[in-house]
Structure formats: C-alpha cells, structure tokens
C-alpha cells in the first residue's frame, strides 16, 4: 500500500510574478507563474500596479495549478505563502489569500521567507541535479539582494555578507537604463555581452572590507563613463554596444566571484550554490562552471524555472517546515524585510 505524499499548495507574490505551485513532498507538480508586462511601460514595477494585478490573477493561477497537478484543494494539507521580504502590497495579496484558504480548509498555514526559499529551491527532487550537502555557501543574486550565506541546515542559515547598497540586479537594471535599453535591462546587458569583449573597457572594482558588495560606485562610474564617451561620439553607445556590456558584466561577475573566493578561504566550503534572478546570468554560470575546474568547487545551479521567482520555491521550503510542524497563523503579517 502506497503511502499518501504531502500536498503543499504554495503561493508566490513577492513583487510582479503572482504563482502558485503544487508540491507532492518534494516533487514539483505544478508551477504556474503570471507575469505582468504592464510595468515594462514604465520601467520598472509599480507597487500599486502590481498588487492590483496579483488580486486579478491569484485565483486562476491557483486554480491552473491544482488542475494541472490532478488534485483538489480538498486534498491539500498544507498552504505555504510568501512572508517577505518583497513589495508591502504584493505581499499582502498573497499572505490573505492563504490565510483565508487554509482557515476554510482547515489545514496548516506555513510562512516562507522569499531569500530562504530561492536557496532551497536546490533541495526541489529533479531528475540530473545533484543537491548541495550541508554545510554549503549559498549566493543570492536578485534584483533586490546580494548575499554570501553559509547554510549548515534547512533552517540554520548565517548571513557571512552582503550589499551595503544597490543589489546586484538593482546594478544591471540601472546600468542598462543608462545604455537605453527598455526594463528589465539585465537580460538584454547578458545578450549583448556574449557578442563582445569583456577587456575592451576598464572599470574599478569598489573595495569594500570583507564579505560584503557594493555596486552603487560602480553604477555612477558608468555613468560617468557613457556621459564622457557620449558627449564625444552621440552614436557611441550603439557603436561599441557589445563591447560595454562584456565589460560590465564582466566587472560585475569579478565582483561576485572575488567575494566568492574569499568566502571559501574563510570558511573551507567549497560547495557553491547560487540562487535569485540574476543566478540566470549566463556570464555568472559559466564563471562559476569554470571555478569547478580551476579551485576544485562543487556549483550548484538551478533550473531557469527556478531562478526568477516562483512558487515551487516557497513549496520546497513549505514542505520542510511542515514536516517540523513548523506553522504560522492568522496573527502572521507580512513583512515588506525580513531575516532568516
């Protein structure tokens, strides 16, 4: 007789994706995710704009995500939702409609916290990826954090460093707003950049004490840099398009990859597993394919699927904390920041 897995349904709103996912223990069995374009007009999102867009779309997408998955909410034992750190309003949505749904359900709440779940997101049973074993170092790369932690457990994660400032996808975005491309920039930085060299110009690594980032100097310096060269050549940019991006990027990958260094050296972990938005940076993959080879790392990177935000990462991490009994209630807020 087969034992019954544990249904989590799991709901992501953290900022302008609205995703819902069903989880069979550890298995994705749906993961759906609304995206909203509407702020590509504007670029960059709009929390208004956003929240109301997550009130639009939460109960089809759940309702996708139990059909797709096969089961009804009836079978469900457990809703996981977003906690923070993300958009106040966004958060909002997400956090009622789960707490309203489990109270009618009357089954088992969970609170996630967005950072946790895109280092768990390793943990997600997939067939050919290998899952990191504790203790590893873990860098979050988004568009709102950039973080070196040290994760000994599920649930004992230590902080080892982090931006005192701009956040490593908050940097991509800015700079490619200064290059004119329309939002999000950061992808189409990464596109033009496999086209040119990383060498062809020069920029100055910020120096900041041990492990933690800084990349609001290296944006102004851009700056500064495209208002000089444009001043002198209008058609600059377009004319050397490629070539600025590789450098960008590859001054930013440096960046990481120094912290990175550093952190293996004053913790002895050579298992490197990255997360976030940015952990789909095609630069940064392979730096960190090549750091395999050359320092005797192990990496782990994610699935595409998993990078941007989604549900089946709040589901994994939903998932371990129900089997610690591990609940929250309807007293639970959301928390626009929120630590481990």
Known sequence: MSIKPTYILAIESSCDDTSAAIMANNKVLSNIVARQ???????????????????????????????K?????????????????????????????????????????????????????????EENFDKP???FLALTI??????????NSFFDLKILGETT??????AFDKTAKILGFPYPGGPLIDK?????????????KPKV??????????????????????????????????????????????????????AVKETGI??????????????????????EKKYGWKAFIPKFEYTTDNAAMIGIVGYYRFKESKFADSTTVSKARIEF
């Open 37 to 67: 374009d509407i702020h590509e007009e504007y670029g960059g999102v709009v929390p208004e704009l956003a929240s109301r867009a997550h009130q639009q779309n939460i109960v089809p997408v759940v309702d996708v995500a139990l059909k």
């Open 142 to 151: 988004s568009g709102g954090h950039t973080q070196i932690v040290q994760v």
């Open 270 to 291: 050579k298992q490197i597993a990255i997360g976030g938005g940015v952990s789909a940076n095609s630069g940064i993959r392979q730096a960190l394919k090549d750091a």
């Open 165 to 170: 400032d701009d956040a490593v996808g908050e």
């Open 192 to 204: 033009f950049a496999k086209e040119g060299n990383p060498k062809a110009f020069s920029f100055t």
């Open 69 to 125: 998955a096969g089961i009804t909410k009836e079978q469900l034992d457990g809703i996981a939702f977003t906690q923070g750190p993300g958009l106040m309003g966004s958060l909002l949505v997400g956090g009622s409609f789960s707490k309203s749904l489990a109270l009618a359900l009357d089954i088992p709440l969970i609170a996630v916290n967005h950072m946790h779940a895109h280092i768990l997101c390793h943990f997600i049973d």
């Open 209 to 262: 004490d041990g492990l933690n980032f800084s990349f609001s100097g290296l944006k102004t310096q851009i700056l500064y840099f495209i208002q000089k060269q444009v001043a002198a050549n209008p058609n600059f940019i377009e004319e050397n398009k490629a070539d600025i991006c590789a450098s960008i990027q590859h001054t930013i990958i440096n960046i990481l990859m120094d912290k990175l260094k550093l």
């Open 133 to 135: 074993e504790f203790p």
